[in-house]
């Protein structure tokens, strides 16, 4: 993954940060405060001093060259005496953790949020839930669809699969292909008002650049044959033939099609038909199981659960105990 990518990944986390967040450092332990985030460098200040300090963007990148050289994990006490913030900042990405026992920033498969950063990133405030909508675009509801197909199906060897579960994968597929393509047009056509030309703009996920493409059409024939000819290209060195004509031909001659064209057939697969009423079905009862995971209920049961298993541990180390007494 390029560097720009990881890098607007951590803008992105810190621009979420309430202002009165206390960052620390992974080693000596002290406290500071980001002051402002910007596209080439972050801003910050230790709380026992009045200066702000600059941590620049490329020697972000230095230390993520550093990390992804190794598939160990990055000893901390390599970084500089005053490097130390580089390290607790990389740890607010998604992908970057630090283990203080062991001393090292790593890699990591799972989302984990940052223990030096007095705030969270990725979960929100209990107190004020918001209410999950679900997007109002057919690309989510056959999106959902495909999912599910997927995880039910697991297409890991296709040739092993069903053909009636290959039916379905390809339909859904063909739905999402066509609904993607529609959602893609009408973004670029928005992206096309905000871009400069040859300046990319990079997101989350990737990075996207304006550009042009030249398509040439003919003039009428007349024109270009007229232009030609006065520049002394005979138009028999230009014309073509025209298989509309050609067509015409066929039908007052005894000439066999096939006499004129040079014929291959193949064969392809088309999305004849669609049960919307089954997809439709099939949707309602994932978003209710949706529903009902993400439901107050569910979590209370959630916490009832865990109540009960931590009193099972508990009895079970009792009784264990007495019987060694």
Known sequence: M?????????????????????????LSGKPFRLEDVQEHRLLISYREQDTTIPLKRDQFETLYERISESPQ??????LPADAEPYATIFSVHPRFEIDQRGGVLKNTDSPTPSSLVDA????????HKTVREEPDHPLYSDSLLLIDALERYEPTDLETMETSELVNLYTLCSDVQRNADDLRQNVRSLLLDRLHHDQPVHGQYGSVQRTSRRNRTLKDDQTVIELLEDQGIDRERVTTVDSSKVDEALEVTDLSESDLYEINESQYVRKADVDEERKESRLQGLKDQLATAESPETDELQREIEDLEARIDELTSFSSASEVD
């Open 2 to 26: 390029p560097f720009s990518v990881t890098w607007h990944t951590i803008l992105d986390e810190l621009e979420e940060v309430p202002p009165d967040t206390s960052f620390h450092t992974p």
């Open 120 to 127: 969270s990133l990725t979960v929100e405030n209990q107190d």
């Open 73 to 78: 994990p990055f000893d901390l006490d390599r």
